[in-house]
């Protein structure tokens, strides 16, 4: 019988490569021999992602039926609720970006890729695909990230597009309330900028980073319950947070403690703030 850290898997998480980290979050490996058999809602945290499956892809169920992930693909913002399912053994090497990070590296107004996973060898056509060949050859996990940077820190030069410094202010504003940005932007400019930067209206955003902070906060031993938990970070009561709920993961706070599996119990987690580094994965 598996042991419970084999069943849940090894998750890391470290920072990225120094020229990066005005565009990236975090670099984040995730690998399990015993997936889950549940259904893995996953919850938005505000960032675009590239997703490199080294093992099998997941399968991403809705009402209309079950599509397969493609190997090597950009997901962008999660605005409705996303399900994954395990489809044998997992691998995944992924980049979190920075919320207004992905349309240095994307070349495309971040807008077009908000709840859709595309293929990323559709995107950047010969490259992406010797990327997803390189990686997934590669010896060790140094080398595979450090690939992966290398390719992602070369999109963004080639694109050179960089930080929308105003549209950074209010991301920064609306995640760590730091004040009121330094230059205000008229209400037109500022949705115009943020779809194109951030793929959302900042009003979206704003609730994406109050949702995400949920999950950080009942974990707190002050916090006893989701009501507590959702008071503390700006939920006037509970249908409020029920509310988001069945809008981000489609299912109630108690389904979703009560059925959280894989991956996406992983990713409700608060960051790590050291990374060890993973398991290699078996051949």
Sequence with gaps: ???????????FERRPSASLREFVRCIWTYQTDVPSNEAQPVPPDGCAELIVHLGRPYAELSSTGRVTQPPILFAGQITQPLTLHATGRVCVLGVRFEPDGARAFIG??????????????????????????IVRAAKSWDERIATVETYVGG????????????????????????????KPLTQRQLQ????????????TLATIFRFRQLFNAIERPEHPGWLDAALSVGYFDQPHMARDFRRYLGCTATEWARRKAGLSTLLAQPVSESYKPPREPRA
């Design 192 to 203: 115009r900028r943020f779809k194109e930067h951030v793929g959302v209206s900042p009003r």
């Design 108 to 133: 495309q107004p971040l807008a077009t890729s908000t709840d859709v996973r595309r293929d990323l060898r559709a995107i950047h056509g010969r490259q992406a695909a010797t990327l997803l060949r």
């Design 155 to 182: 999109a963004i030069k080639s694109g050179a597009i960089g930080i929308d410094s105003d549209v950074r202010d209010v991301v920064c504003q609306l995640e760590y309330n730091l004040g009121e940005p330094a």
């Design 1 to 11: 019988m598996p042991s419970a850290k084999a069943r849940k898997g090894y998750y």
